[in-house]
């Protein structure tokens, strides 16, 4: 009887041992989540801004050159004319496989999902030799600044037709840019020869002429390119773009200021300016920016959108859900915009909301990572795991290295307790990215529960060294 009685007691102890273990390990779990909120809050800001981060190159024609001005694109109704011209030699049944293959190259290309656009284009020229399609592949390479592989496919472009001024000017364009100055001066050369009026090639062959040496006649060009009513506001709003690339984000807003001097209806460049200011944490300024280019450009989608993700910075979420809206009515095909109100009604608690406008972002883009991830979060918080699950596996099979897709998979996957395949998930998040706080606190907690107390130890030592790296930073 007394052993029984012991026996129960130390069975009873261990009982409370094991609870008061729980326990503290719950409280810390309280405590370091109160102070990684902040991060998360930051993660998701990030996230929100990603397509601002990206909308400055879409907005400015995603120019990476220094200063050169007018990279060109066939008209459309000429291209198409000349790929249905094209396709006459082909076989009726073969044509329209082929029509069917421009359609969905096309469609990626708008969509600016540049590799599956290459993928569609190179099908076609596997069965027809047609310079249009050159000529917008290598636009496809040089998007993806694949400048070797553009240059190869203005070449063949010029082969196939010589006196296609777009491809030679394009092709000094990429000459430049792969520090070939001696041949892009003969590119630009060969332009002004096809098309002796064309202000921006002689603009182009200032620049390079003077980059090597050669001042005098450097002078001469540019003078004849004034002459030829250069649009002198257009190089300020380009240096604008070539500084913003290069990091310069006050000589980038000095740039924008200048061609909104010369011309102050100049909507672009307000609505770039707001962009600028954004970034440097001036969105009161930004928003009388943003304002501006609408005022100027009520029609204006991208500045309606702009000023969506400034309202939300400044915390007035209805408000920027009006704005985004405004910017859909404008531009129902704009899919950022659907992403964003999904992570402010997401802010706002309406998750059953933000998973629409999740669904209605992929819709529109079926590749956007970002989508599919925050829609696999939202089925998460909604209990519905395995959905969560595939909607986080797509992000990462569009985007193998987003590190916080596969943050959010090993959130699932313990969801599931399936917690060695949950561990392998938050190690490839740090793999991708070594300070990710939260990645390395949730390894913790799942070592902790596979009994790896060491590693579990070592692991959330890291998140609270990377925590404390990260509030030190922000002072």
């Not at 009685?5 to 130390?10: H, S, T």
């Not at 997401?346 to 529109?364: G, M, S, T, V």
Request: positive net charge; hydrophobic residues 40%.
């Amino acid at each position: 009887m007394e052993k029984n009685n012991i026996k129960n007691k130390i069975q009873d102890n261990k009982l409370i041992i094991e609870k008061i273990r729980i326990l503290a390990i719950i409280i810390f779990m309280i405590i370091l989540t109160i102070i990684i909120n902040n991060d998360y809050n930051s993660s998701k800001q990030e996230e929100l801004k990603q397509p601002l981060n990206n909308k400055l190159k879409t907005e400015l024609n995603k120019k990476e050159e220094v200063f050169l001005l007018g990279f060109m694109e066939i008209l459309q109704q000429k291209a198409d004319y000349v790929f249905e011209k094209d396709l006459n030699l082909k076989q009726k049944i073969e044509k329209a496989d082929l029509i069917e293959l421009k359609e969905k190259a096309d469609n990626f290309f708008y969509k600016e999902n540049y590799k599956e656009a290459i993928t569609y284009y190179q099908k076609i020229l596997e069965k027809i030799e047609s310079y249009p399609i050159y000529f917008k592949l290598s636009k496809c390479f040089y998007h993806k600044k694949e400048y070797n592989k553009a240059l190869e496919t203005l070449e063949k472009t010029i082969v196939l037709n010589p006196d296609l001024k777009e491809a030679w000017n394009n092709k000094g364009f990429i000459l430049f840019l792969l520090d070939k100055k001696d041949k892009a001066l003969n590119a630009f050369e060969k332009t002004i020869e096809l098309m002796p009026n064309y202000a921006e090639a002689w603009y182009n062959k200032s620049i390079i002429l003077k980059t090597l040496g050669k001042k005098n006649e450097s002078e001469k060009a540019f003078k004849k390119a004034i002459k030829l009513n250069l649009n002198i506001t257009k190089i300020w709003f380009e240096k604008g773009i070539a500084f913003n690339d290069q990091g310069e984000k006050h000589k980038a807003l000095n740039a924008f200021e200048k061609a909104i001097e010369l011309m102050p209806n100049y909507a672009h460049a307000w609505n770039n300016k707001g962009i600028i200011l954004n970034s440097l944490g001036e969105n009161n300024k930004a928003l009388k920016a943003y304002n501006k280019a609408i005022e100027l450009k009520p029609d204006y989608a991208r500045a309606w959108y702009n000023k969506g993700i400034v309202l939300d910075d400044l915390n007035k979420k209805y408000k920027a859900l009006e704005t985004f809206e405004k910017a859909i009515l404008l531009n129902p095909n704009y899919y950022k915009a659907w992403y964003n109100i999904g992570i402010i009604l997401d802010d706002l608690n309406k998750q059953y909301k933000a998973l629409e406008a999740f669904n209605k972002a992929i819709l529109l883009n079926p590749n956007h990572a970002k989508s599919w991830n925050n829609k696999g979060t939202i089925l998460n918080d909604l209990g519905k795991n395995h959905e969560a699950l595939n909607a986080h596996s797509k992000a990462i099979e569009l985007k193998p290295d987003y590190a916080r897709a596969w943050y959010s998979k090993g959130i699932v996957l313990h969801n599931l307790n399936k917690k060695e395949h949950a561990l392998k998930a938050f190690e490839k998040a740090i793999k991708l990215k070594p300070d990710f706080v939260e990645a390395w606190y949730t390894k913790s907690v799942v070592l902790d529960e596979l009994g790896e107390k060491k590693e579990a130890a070592k692991a959330k030592a890291k998140a609270i060294k990377f925590k404390k790296q990260q509030i030190k930073h922000k002072k």
